[in-house]
T-cell receptor, first 110, second 114 residues
């Protein structure tokens, strides 16, 4: 089976940079995604990595190292609106179900 | 705008009284999912449809059923809700089941059990 581990909470300061890590244990691997969810809101897709390296989308970047079974989400120039839960999401094989990590709650201090 | 719409936003039902939650989409996506999410937890996949093909998760209780009468609509039926079924229920759609196909979520229905 597949499991994804991420810290339960992270705290950072407005304007700073924060990294949210995700390690995974799978028998196969078909990509790592990240979703953001604000309190009371729906998860929204942020990024997807199939190959090693960095994917950048504005202030958010996602990194993957398949050899290390590790990825992270990098948020730059933090804004108060970035306070949310962030889920790494994996898939073992192409048509297997998608598995959500338990989520990391990001607290941003002014 | 194309979107995933869930109705109602809040639903209150009585213990043991059947309840149906609805989801519609204008994205014309092949896949529709139902998730259960409890406070401070990750969404838990209950089942999904790929077109008309129903895929149930092994640990989804028999109390939960789903229908997809057409591409646009999908329903979640809870036959005899228990107190443990109080949660946010999220509907999502995607073009395909692969992780590179983003899932688009509705705003959810928060279910309370009296």
């Amino acid at each position: 089976g597949q499991s994804l581990e991420q810290p339960s909470e992270v705290t950072a300061v407005e304007g700073a940079i924060v990294q949210i890590n995700c390690t995974y244990q799978t028998s196969g691997f078909y990509g790592l995604s990240w979703y953001q969810q604000h309190d009371g809101g729906a998860p929204t897709f942020l990024s997807y990595n199939a190959l090693d390296g960095l994917e950048e989308t504005g202030r958010f970047s996602s990194f993957l190292s398949r050899s290390d079974s590790y990825g992270y989400l990098l948020l730059q120039e933090l804004q108060m609106k970035d306070s949310a839960s962030y889920f790494c999401v994996g898939q073992e094989n192409r048509d297997d179900k998608i598995i959500f990590g338990k989520g990391t709650r990001l607290h941003i201090l002014p | 705008d194309a979107m995933v719409i869930q109705n109602p936003r809040y639903q209150v039902t009585q213990f043991g009284k059947p309840v149906t939650l609805s989801c519609s989409q204008t994205l014309n996506h092949n896949v529709m999912y139902w998730y259960q999410q409890k406070s401070s937890q990750a969404p838990k996949l209950l089942f999904h449809y790929y077109d008309k093909d129903f895929n149930n998760e092994a640990d989804t209780p028999d109390n939960f059923q789903s229908r997809r009468p057409n591409t646009s609509f999908c329903f979640l039926d809870i036959r005899s809700p228990g107190l443990g079924d109080a949660a946010m229920y999220l509907c999502a759609t995607s073009r395909d089941v692969q992780a590179n196909q983003p899932q688009h979520f509705g705003d959810g229905t928060r279910l309370s059990i009296l």
